[in-house]
């Protein structure tokens, strides 16, 4: 069972050509993100299911974002953005904040 303060975390494999990762808790869970990781260049959106727009980018050659206090719930959450012509990996990772 999960608790505040476990970690959550993860990785999509390769994930299509403008293919998305939303990180959104389920029901009334809320997350902190920390970290963001991209094979090569994504783009990451701050979205509440009707409208979003671009917060970062990861360029070609991909990288981490970190440091990130990015807190996500069901209704205010992130999608990363897979900006390549293949199939990349990317995912993230940060911990459970409310249950």
């Known amino acids: 069972m999960a608790a505040v303060g476990d970690i959550v975390s993860a990785y999509d494999n390769d994930k299509a050509a403008d ?3 939303d ?3 389920a029901g009334t869970v809320e997350w902190v993100i920390h970290n963001i990781y991209a094979e090569d260049a994504i783009e990451v959106y701050w ?8 917060v970062a980018t990861i360029a070609a050659g991909g990288g ?8 996500v719930n069901a209704t205010n959450y992130l999608t990363l953005k897979n ?8 995912g993230y990772d ?6």
């Open 19 to 21: 293919g998305t990762l």
């Open 23 to 25: 990180i959104k808790p």
């Open 47 to 54: 979205n509440d299911g009707t409208h979003s727009f671009i």
């Open 64 to 71: 981490i974002l970190n440091g990130l206090f990015s807190h």
């Open 83 to 90: 900006k390549n012509v293949g199939a990349k990996d990317m």
């Open 94 to 99: 940060g911990v459970i904040s409310r249950l």
